[in-house]
């Protein structure tokens, strides 16, 4: 006859078993559901890059608000820069495209033609929604094969981006496709307030300093 007291330990240890498996097992579901209902936290970026290699704006969609630098690479051979257009609200890019750019390219082939009276009319075209724009900042004029940093602030909003440096024939570079659409997000930038790091003080009435040369002798035309 088999000794109770040995089967009844034996069968209680092995349900002490199961229930720790048990409880190991729901513990790991339970970490797992907790990690999967967790949203995973984006990365905001403080600076963005922007690349052009012919007539083009290679960048991100969308940026968030605030304080933003902007690293412009420009791998042409052509001067570029960057202009940020802020058009009024009800205005997009394909108003910018149909009503915007054909009379600012009439207008500026007839000037290089000598048409001038035909070029002001072309002018004449352009929409009044455009006096409403306005803009609130850019990256300043780049050689081909070099690279400039600007740190801007932009409220959230849709902007449209350009480059209207000319050709040798007039043409605006806009017209001839270097313009992107840009949406700052409602998402703001970690990237602080600038800090200023070298006082300037401006006079109340401006203060012209001459060569002392210069300032003794009266002018004279040539």
């Not at 605030?66 to 997009?92: A, E, M, R």
């Not at 033609?113 to 300043?140: L, R």
């Not at 017209?175 to 070298?198: A, C, H, I, Q």
């Amino acid at each position: 006859m088999k000794n109770p007291i040995r089967f009844n330990s034996a069968r209680s240890t092995l349900i002490l078993f199961l229930v720790i498996i048990l409880a190991i097992q729901s513990c790991k579901e339970e970490k797992k559901k907790l990690t999967e209902e967790i949203p995973e936290q984006k990365e905001i970026t403080s600076v963005i890059d922007v690349i052009t290699n012919n007539m083009d704006f290679q960048a991100p969609d969308t940026i968030p608000s605030g304080w933003v630098t902007w690293k412009y690479q420009n791998k042409s051979s052509q001067p570029h820069f960057i202009l940020i257009d802020d058009p009024i609200d009800t205005i997009t890019v394909k108003e910018f495209e149909e009503e915007l750019l054909p009379p600012f390219g009439e207008g500026i082939t007839l000037l290089y033609e000598g048409k001038n009276d035909e070029a002001f009319a072309a002018f004449g075209k352009i929409p009044e929604w455009y006096g409403g724009t306005v803009w609130p900042g850019g990256v300043g004029l780049i050689s081909g094969g070099h690279t400039a940093r600007t740190t801007l602030k932009l409220n959230p909003g849709y902007y449209i981006m350009e480059c209207y440096v000319k050709m040798p024939n007039g043409m605006f570079h806009t017209n001839m496709g270097m313009y992107k659409v840009l949406v700052v997000s409602d998402e703001v930038s970690p990237l602080p307030n600038p800090v200023r790091t070298f006082p300037l003080q401006f006079p109340e009435k401006p203060v012209y300093h001459l060569n002392h040369r210069l300032a003794q002798e009266p002018l004279r035309s040539q």
